[in-house]
Structures are given as structure tokens and as C-alpha cells.
């Protein structure tokens, strides 16, 4: 069965960095784009960016531009979101799936990520 495992969220001071990573398994993992998703308390969930299949290009929301990088490890059916200057407006639980309309439903637990002072 499809399974997603985030990780590598945390509590962090805003300016701070942290990289979350996404292991896939249970469908071809090379040859769909994958996005990172977040959802605050109270409020729905959202695209934050994704990368296509190999050779991959990339999409971010403006709000992440310049500060998010999203990748992937294709042998290692994973995937990545380096955060950097973090605001307090970042804090959500952040999940990766295949792109709007294409998610399976079985999402994941997903990975808690705090930026607080």
C-alpha cells in the first residue's frame, strides 16, 4: 500500500533552518511530480512547492520563494524541503503527495514544524 513517513520537522527560533524529508513507497515514485503540503490549526491544506520527474523542475508558493528548496533522491524514493529563514507564519504540519488532484488518500502523519522565540 502507498505510504508516506515525513520527518525532520521540530521547534526552531525564526531565521532558523530545518530539512524535512518524505519516504515513499507503495507506487513508481520516479515517475510522478511530488509536492510538500502544509496545514496550520484552523485551516485548510496547502500547496507549498513541487518538483517534477527527472530532469526535475520546480514550483513554490511566493510566500516560500527563495527560503524553501524542494528535491528528490529518486534511488532513494525521498523527498526533501530545505527550509531556511524561517518565520513564525511557517509553523504548520507539513506533508508530502502527489500534486492536487492526483493525491492518494492515504496521506501521512506528516512532520510538526514550530518557529517560535
Known amino acids: 500500500q502507498v505510504q508516506f513517513v515525513e520527518s525532520g520537522g521540530g521547534l526552531v527560533q525564526p531565521g532558523g533552518s530545518l530539512t524535512l524529508s518524505c519516504i515513499v513507497s507503495?507506487?513508481?515514485?520516479?515517475?510522478?511530480?511530488m509536492c510538500w503540503y502544509r496545514q496550520a490549526p484552523g485551516q485548510e491544506r496547502k500547496l507549498v512547492a513541487h518538483?517534477?520527474?527527472?530532469?526535475?523542475?520546480?514550483y513554490y508558493t511566493d510566500s516560500v520563494k527563495g527560503r524553501f528548496t524542494i528535491s528528490r533522491d529518486d534511488a532513494k524514493n525521498t523527498l526533501y524541503l530545505q527550509m531556511n529563514s524561517l518565520k513564525p507564519e511557517d509553523s504548520s504540519v507539513y506533508y508530502c503527495?502527489?500534486?492536487?488532484?492526483?493525491?492518494?488518500?492515504?496521506w501521512g502523519q506528516g512532520t510538526q514544524v514550530t518557529i517560535s522565540s
Open positions: 503527495n502527489r500534486l492536487p488532484g492526483w493525491t492518494f488518500p492515504s
Open positions: 507503495g507506487f513508481n515514485f520516479t515517475k510522478y511530480p
Open positions: 518538483i517534477t520527474q527527472a530532469p526535475s523542475t520546480t
